[in-house]
């Protein structure tokens, strides 16, 4: 015999406590649904305006012009995306050493009682707002750093960053050779070393020419320059690099360093030769992340890269210069509405467009790399 | 035995070559590189941070109370010279970021975290969220300037006065949405599966145990992002510059708590940071002012890291 | 009836008598005396496309303590959680077959599992009490089905139970973290029985705890079964032959092709039985200890 039957209706919650659950749901799925709604606003937003920009513009206009005059219809857009490049460059000469270095330090030195000391000491550099660092920028950094750059200096520190550019290219170009000649790309690869090798030839080579320009050229400068804002820029971006690279290194397991020191290795040679390479892709993706931040990064550019709201063409770090970002804010800055001649509001749109594809492209490959190092360990 | 295989003179080299390799006089130097970017690094930090005090000094030091309660002004030497509408502007602005992205960005997380299915849909959104952390900040004024000011999109310039404090805050909240949404997340995901499953023995709906379990172990992990994107909001200016922060025509001092004015012009403390910053080329005077108003943010801003530096590792020590 | 005639998932449910298995799987003593509270038929359990469980067909009596035995990774975790809905709380399990408790379907669409829950409690492998106080933890359950009232009656009865009242009377309000491991675990039985189900659930809820703790959570199974239907996993065959009154065997049936292990039943009897004079052989060599 059963023991007393149940039926399914006994098998069911209070309809309110139902009915509940039901609408919380919704709500939680409406909230989910905003963050969709916002980037679906904000690439079209940026693709309806940058639209008209692209069909309306005179495309030959906008290279080799005197400069960017957004509201005199004047679109020069390497008088932008040149110092936009040269403040990346400058941010992540500063920012690449100082935040890898103070990352492995962290990683592979400090004890515990240090580290709990120096982390968050990192953590208030990265909370400080830019705007204080566009402050600082001007104010200290250009008449005390970069003002203090004589001819000299620079043409030292110039050949410095070339010639070790120019040793690890070297290396790299050397190691896929050795490679090749062993067979150990696979053809469809091949293309692509011999293309990798070309590109940091090329790139030495445009460094070069570009850094010998400059010091022919040089005329020191104390208030805002290119120089300046891309120090400041730096300084805000070296948190960035020392956590995800940090991160990056924690992840290698213990077991690797044990092994290492096992055989023998000093703590150096663990931490170049074990350390480093099992690291390399978080790595990459750190200093990713830190251009993309810097391209990206608006205010103190804005308030110290030396320019108004139009600027002549200039490839000088010690010039005053418009950045890509700079150029959006200094354009609609002081204002509540821009305006200007035929497609001025436009242009906005336009530059802030290149400005989304890029970072988002470097983004994108950043989680790549990141991927990676979580894939590996 | 062995002793005697060894002769004196290479016992000499490896006594030596153990000596030598004692000193490693490379790997002393790589460590001292290493700490000096680090010593580097902090000491920039520690310039900065004595730079904008020394520099502050001239207003906060005499006139502290005047600069706190005085308007913008285009000569530093003014009497009345002050952020006091740069104060109301970036109060209002947090409160309209705690109101709006909070709830939303937690909510998004909860049902991203707790109630989505594990499909290509789900896992579009998580990235499109990621992706949407590292859009530059000045791109979400081009969005606050569409959306907010020129009413491109549902006529809500009429609802936001156009440029206005509302407008600004809106925006920022828009920008820290996808910061809170991934905190919130981890938070959540570090809650211990048993918890939830005790909760489902004992005949606990999903949002119950949501509501009983996740939230609360969650909490400090959550208000650890809020409090980071809050203090992100509050600094930010690129964005409030699109959407029309200005420095110049604004109206009297409103009072602190005075929702009337938040759809007038308006500005924020890093934008009087910015102007006055910039002015300083003109009038040395500003120099002091920017850094006297540097200082009264970095006081909230900071507090609000330090507080959530602090809470996290709390209770990162609490839970192991 | 034959079983092979019907569809999976619907079931006679005045017909469904434990008596007529598939004659492989012998049933414990006439059925017809004793009452079902569970009754399994053709369970699989997949996740994703593996099946983790197959063609699972047992039923369970009532206030006896039924344990589900057999080697790790033969699913006996897996089909101990298809009673009170669990697995779906699993992303892409899915159960096929059917289980019906007091004669209703447990996967009927209409059925809701967080009710299933409440009447069928689980306590699990790790002792998981609430980051709250002894009280609160308790009390949880009949809070979250609106229950306002009688509270403390509710938790000092659930407490008492479970043999832990007169350790923890004095300290309710305490949080429960502070309590050992055994007596965690008793709380969570305390938890599990506030909300006063019929069945308890148990998933190796001693395999956390040392000789003396699960002696008394043995103890307190013996008390308690005259109240409460019980269903327990454990891999110590000495345990489920000191407290359970019948007795199922899993094993893992493994394919090397495709490397992969499911789950099956091999036999279901009398404890006595199956661990004095089973009827299959890889019972024997199990609770003999040739094999597991």
């Known amino acids: ?377 | 035995m062995v002793s005697r295989l060894v002769d004196d003179r290479s016992r000499a080299a490896i006594a030596a070559s153990i000596e030598r390799r004692r000193v490693d006089t490379r790997g002393l130097l790589f460590k001292v590189v290493l700490q000096s970017c680090l010593l580097v690094t902090l000491a920039l930090l520690a310039v900065l941070l004595v730079t904008v005090a020394l520099d502050s000094t001239d207003q906060l030091g005499t006139r502290l109370w005047d600069f706190l309660q005085g308007t913008l002004r285009s000569r530093s030497s003014d009497e009345s010279l002050g952020i006091h509408q740069g104060m109301y502007g970036s109060l209002w602005i947090a409160v309209i970021v705690a109101v709006l992205a909070f709830p939303i960005g937690i909510g998004a997380a909860v049902y991203l975290e707790e109630y989505a299915p594990r499909n290509r849909l789900t896992a579009f959104i998580e990235v499109n969220i990621r992706n949407l952390a590292g859009v530059p900040s000045v791109v979400y004024g081009l969005l606050g300037l569409a959306l907010l000011l020129n009413g491109q999109i549902f006529g809500l310039d009429r609802l936001t006065g156009g440029s206005s404090a509302l407008s600004g805050g809106i925006t920022l909240a828009i920008l820290v949405l996808p910061i809170v949404i991934i905190t919130s997340g981890e938070a959540f995901r570090a809650v211990p599966m048993e918890l939830r499953e005790g909760a489902y023995g004992v005949g606990a709906t999903r949002w119950e145990m949501i509501r009983t379990q996740v939230l609360p172990y969650a909490a400090p992990g959550i208000l650890t992002g809020t409090l980071l994107s809050m203090a992100r909001a509050v600094g930010e200016a690129a964005p409030l510059i699109l959407v029309g922060a200005v420095t110049g025509r604004l109206g009297e001092n409103p009072g602190l708590f005075d929702i009337g004015a938040l759809d007038d012009r308006f500005t924020a403390l890093p934008i009087v940071i910015t102007s006055w910053t910039v002015q300083s080329g003109r009038d040395d005077g500003f120099t002091a002012a920017a850094a006297a108003a540097i200082v009264v943010l970095l006081v909230f801003v900071l507090m609000m890291n330090s507080a959530a530096i602090l809470l996290r590792n709390r209770f990162e020590k609490k839970r192991g | 009836m034959s079983m092979t005639d019907e569809a999976p998932r619907v079931i006679d449910r005045m017909a469904a008598t434990a008596g007529e298995a598939s004659p492989e799987q012998a049933m414990p003593a006439p059925a017809a005396e004793r009452d079902v509270v569970f009754q399994s038929r053709d369970v699989n359990v997949y996740y994703g496309s593996f099946r983790a469980v197959r063609d699972v067909t047992f039923t369970v009596p009532k206030n006896e303590i039924m344990a589900l035995i057999g080697p790790s990774g033969c699913g006996k975790s897996t089909v101990l959680r298809c009673y009170n809905r669990m697995n779906d709380l699993i992303k892409d399990a899915r159960v096929t077959g059917a289980i019906t408790y007091r004669g209703t379907d447990l996967y009927d669409e209409r059925v809701d599992p967080v009710e299933v829950r409440r009447r069928i409690g689980m306590v699990f492998q790790k002792p998981n009490p609430f980051p709250k106080s002894i009280f609160d933890n308790v009390a949880y359950g009949p809070r979250v089905a609106g229950r306002k009232k009688d509270l403390d009656d509710i938790v000092e009865n659930s407490l008492r139970k479970a043999a832990l009242w007169d350790e923890v009377s004095d300290r309710l309000k305490d949080s429960a973290l502070g309590l050992s491991g055994g007596q965690q675990q008793r709380l969570c039985i305390a938890r599990a029985i506030a909300v006063g189900p019929d069945v308890l659930l148990m998933d190796e809820p001693c395999s956390a705890l040392d000789p003396i703790a699960t002696a008394r959570i043995e103890d307190l199974m013996q008390e308690i079964k005259q109240d409460y239907t019980i269903m327990i996993v454990t891999h110590n065959m000495q345990q489920a032959a000191r407290v359970s009154d019948t007795t199922a065997f899993f094993t893992a049936d493994v394919r090397s092709e495709n490397d992969t292990r499911t789950g099956i039943l091999v036999e279901v009897d009398t404890t006595q039985k199956i661990f004095s004079n089973p009827s299959d052989e890889r019972t024997e060599n199990y609770v003999t200890g040739r094999f597991g």
């Not at chain 1, 566009?134 to 001819?151: C, D, H, S, Y």
């Not at chain 1, 790309?185 to 293309?195: F, L, N, T, Y």
């Open chain 1, 1 to 377: 015999m059963h023991s007393e039957p149940v039926t399914v209706d006994q098998l069911q919650i209070a309809p309110a406590r139902r009915h509940r659950e039901v609408i919380i749901r919704y709500s939680l799925v409406v909230t989910a649904l905003v963050s969709v709604l916002v980037s679906t606003l904000i690439v079209w937003s940026l693709l309806r305006e940058a639209w008209t920009f692209i069909t309306g513009v005179v495309w030959a206009d906008t290279w080799g012009q005197q400069g960017w005059f957004p509201r005199r219809g004047l679109y020069d857009l390497p008088t932008i995306i040149v110092p936009s490049l040269i403040i990346t460059g400058v941010a992540m000469v500063v920012a690449g050493p100082l935040g890898l270095g103070a990352a492995v330090y962290l990683s592979e030195y400090a004890n515990p009682r240090v580290r709990s000391w120096l982390k968050p000491a990192l953590e208030i550099l990265a909370g400080i707002p830019s705007v204080v660092l566009g402050f600082f920028a001007l104010t200290w950094i250009a008449p005390n750093i970069v003002g203090r750059i004589g001819k000299e200096t620079f043409l030292v520190v110039g050949a410095a960053l070339l010639l070790g550019y120019a040793a690890v290219s070297a290396g790299i170009a050397r190691a896929k050779i050795r490679q090749y000649r062993e067979g150990a790309i696979d053809p469809s690869a091949r293309i692509g070393a011999v293309a990798s090798i070309a590109v940091l030839v090329v790139v030495f080579a445009l460094a070069a020419a570009w850094t010998l320009n400059v010091w022919l050229d040089f005329a020191p400068n104390n208030a805002g320059s290119l120089a300046a804002a891309g120090i400041g820029v730096g300084i805000l971006v070296i948190p960035l690099v020392a956590s995800i690279s940090e991160d990056a290194m924690a992840a290698v397991p213990d077991s690797l360093r044990e092994a290492s020191a096992g055989l023998g290795a000093r703590k150096m040679s663990t931490a170049t030769a074990v350390v480093l390479p099992a690291a390399i892709s978080g790595i990459v993706a750190a200093f990713i992340v830190a251009v993309s931040r810097a391209i990206g990064e608006t205010m103190v550019v804005f308030m110290a890269a030396g320019a108004a709201d139009a600027a002549r063409f200039t490839d000088s770090p010690f010039e005053g210069g418009l950045t890509m970002t700079a150029a959006m804010a200094s354009l609609a800055s002081g204002t509540d509405s821009v305006v200007g001649e035929g497609l001025t509001f436009q242009s906005l749109y336009f530059v802030g467009l290149m400005l989304f594809l890029i970072t988002l492209s470097l983004n994108i490959i950043a989680s790549r790399f990141v991927s990676k190092v979580r894939e590996a360990y």
